[in-house]
């Protein structure tokens, strides 16, 4: 049967370029692409749909839509999804299209360093062996931009945890070097899958730009929040307060560790006080943990006065996590899950070093996150939710 059916795509995918002549190919490669992609989840589970086995590694679990642009237009793949412990991604998105993202990411990557149009041709031409004109190159940005903005005003749904985090860029304004702020929210659904929920480049003042952010996600459908982790970004929280207020806040307890350096008065101390830290944060439960606060303050008082007043005074916000499930509080204490994240950013933004204007950066990191994004939700889940 399987065969039969494989045989089935094949034929339809052959007679469509039959019917269709050189027109038809888009539709003919999402056939194969499609059939392909099964085919593999199949393997990766070690069972044919609604075959039982006890090989059998997980499930099917339907499929996600994904438009991915190629050199034969838009084509809209139907991407298999699995369930239970088994982490898959279909080969063929990522093997199959490499020259694309290729050439997206060369064209974003050249354009934030604000060269002229005939070198990005050059680039491209060495980089994937196309010969395109500059035209060429200003229209495919053009549907780059286009793109990207569709996936960054998408609609959003309920998710259970939020992280947010800021990052800063150097962008080029009226001659003069400015740090431009790049803010990313990361979401956690019902389901315990992650996905990049939104990201925006602006000058603007922080708390302004904070809101609008926030705005705006809850503007695409963001709803059912329940538990916010965030770092101490100026003007966040003010526009929490805003926008979700009375939802229970986590700060980051690894920068909240690095934050407490800067009131430590010698150098000889801050092993010894990151120690301590750490210790209230390994606690059992909250009580044991106000309590070892409580012990940690009251230790600096006299050595480190302000270290003291500051931890007191602090620490609390860095203590919110113990309301979670204990299953998940490894991995909300902090703002650690952005990290590939921000990696992955630096790795591409150092490249360029000095970007041109808020655009060219927005364009860029947008082009990561998605990519980022799709592997996600498409993979296994982040967090097991348990009644």
Same mark, same amino acid.
């Given at each position: 049967?399987?065969?039969?059916?494989?045989?089935?795509?094949?034929?339809?995918a052959?007679?469509?370029i039959?019917?269709?002549?050189?027109?038809?190919?888009?539709?003919?490669?999402?056939?194969?692409?499609?059939?392909?992609?099964?085919?593999?989840?199949?393997?990766?589970? !070690?069972?044919?749909?609604?075959?039982?086995?006890?090989?059998?590694?997980?499930?099917?679990?339907?499929?996600?839509?994904?438009?991915?642009?190629?050199?034969?237009?838009?084509?809209?793949?139907?991407?298999?999804?699995?369930?239970?412990?088994?982490?898959?991604?279909?080969?063929?998105?990522?093997?199959?299209?490499?020259?694309?993202?290729a050439?997206?990411?060369?064209?974003?990557?050249?354009?934030?360093?604000?060269?002229?149009?005939?070198?990005?041709?050059?680039?491209?031409?060495?980089?994937?062996?196309?010969?395109?004109?500059?035209?060429?190159?200003?229209?495919?940005?053009?549907?780059?931009?286009?793109?990207?903005?569709?996936?960054?005003?998408?609609?959003?749904? !309920?998710?259970?945890?939020?992280?947010l985090?800021?990052?800063?860029?150097?962008?080029?304004?009226?001659?003069?070097?400015?740090?431009?702020?790049?803010?990313?929210?990361?979401?956690?659904?019902?389901?315990?899958?992650?996905?990049?929920?939104?990201?925006?480049?602006?000058?603007?003042?922080?708390?302004? @730009?904070?809101?609008?952010?926030?705005?705006?996600?809850?503007?695409?459908?963001? @709803?059912?929040?329940?538990?916010?982790?965030r770092?101490? @970004?100026?003007?966040?929280?003010?526009?929490?307060?805003?926008?979700?207020?009375?939802?229970?806040?986590?700060?980051c !307890?690894?920068?909240?560790?690095?934050?407490?350096?800067? @009131?430590?008065?010698?150098?000889h101390?801050?092993?010894?006080?990151?120690?301590?830290?750490?210790?209230?944060?390994?606690?059992?439960?909250l009580?044991?943990?106000?309590?070892?606060?409580?012990?940690?303050?009251?230790?600096?008082?006299?050595?480190?006065?302000?270290?003291?007043?500051?931890?007191?005074?602090?620490?609390?916000?860095?203590?919110?996590?113990?309301?979670?499930?204990?299953?998940?509080?490894k991995?909300?204490?902090?703002?650690?899950?952005l990290?590939?994240?921000?990696?992955?950013?630096?790795?591409?933004?150092?490249?360029?070093?000095?970007?041109?204007?808020?655009?060219?950066?927005?364009?860029?990191?947008t082009?990561?996150?998605?990519?980022?994004?799709?592997?996600?939700?498409?993979?296994?889940?982040?967090?097991?939710?348990?009644?």
């Amino acid at each position: 049967m399987t065969h039969q059916n494989e045989n089935s795509q094949n034929n339809s995918a052959v007679q469509h370029i039959l019917d269709n002549g050189i027109e038809g190919l888009g539709e003919a490669l999402r056939l194969v692409i499609d059939q392909a992609m099964k085919i593999e989840r199949s393997q990766v589970l !070690q069972a044919q749909p609604h075959e039982r086995t006890d090989q059998r590694r997980g499930y099917a679990n339907g499929f996600k839509g994904k438009t991915v642009s190629t050199r034969l237009g838009q084509i809209r793949f139907a991407v298999p999804q699995v369930r239970g412990e088994v982490d898959f991604y279909p080969s063929a998105l990522t093997k199959g299209l490499r020259s694309e993202r290729a050439l997206t990411l060369a064209i974003a990557e050249m354009y934030v360093q604000g060269v002229s149009t005939r070198k990005v041709t050059a680039v491209l031409e060495a980089l994937c062996g196309l010969d395109i004109s500059s035209t060429q190159v200003s229209r495919a940005t053009a549907e780059l931009d286009e793109e990207l903005a569709l996936w960054r005003l998408r609609p959003l749904g !309920q998710f259970k945890y939020l992280i947010l985090d800021a990052r800063y860029e150097k962008v080029r304004l009226a001659g003069t070097v400015r740090s431009c702020a790049v803010l990313i929210a990361l979401g956690i659904d019902p389901e315990g899958k992650r996905s990049v929920l939104g990201v925006s480049a602006k000058l603007s003042e922080a708390e302004v @730009h904070w809101r609008d952010f926030l705005a705006s996600l809850q503007e695409r459908g963001l @709803h059912g929040v329940e538990f916010i982790v965030r770092d101490d @970004h100026a003007g966040l929280h003010a526009a929490l307060a805003a926008r979700l207020p009375g939802v229970p806040c986590q700060r980051c !307890q690894f920068h909240f560790q690095q934050n407490a350096m800067a @009131h430590v008065p010698q150098i000889h101390l801050r092993e010894e006080v990151a120690r301590d830290i750490r210790s209230i944060f390994n606690a059992s439960d909250l009580a044991e943990a106000q309590r070892r606060l409580q012990i940690v303050a009251k230790k600096y008082q006299e050595s480190a006065p302000k270290l003291s007043q500051w931890i007191e005074a602090n620490a609390p916000e860095a203590l919110t996590v113990f309301s979670l499930p204990e299953a998940h509080r490894k991995k909300l204490r902090t703002t650690n899950s952005l990290e590939r994240l921000n990696k992955e950013i630096k790795r591409r933004t150092r490249v360029a070093t000095l970007f041109p204007n808020e655009k060219s950066l927005e364009r860029l990191v947008t082009a990561l996150l998605s990519e980022i994004s799709d592997e996600w939700e498409t993979g296994k889940i982040y967090l097991t939710m348990k009644n």
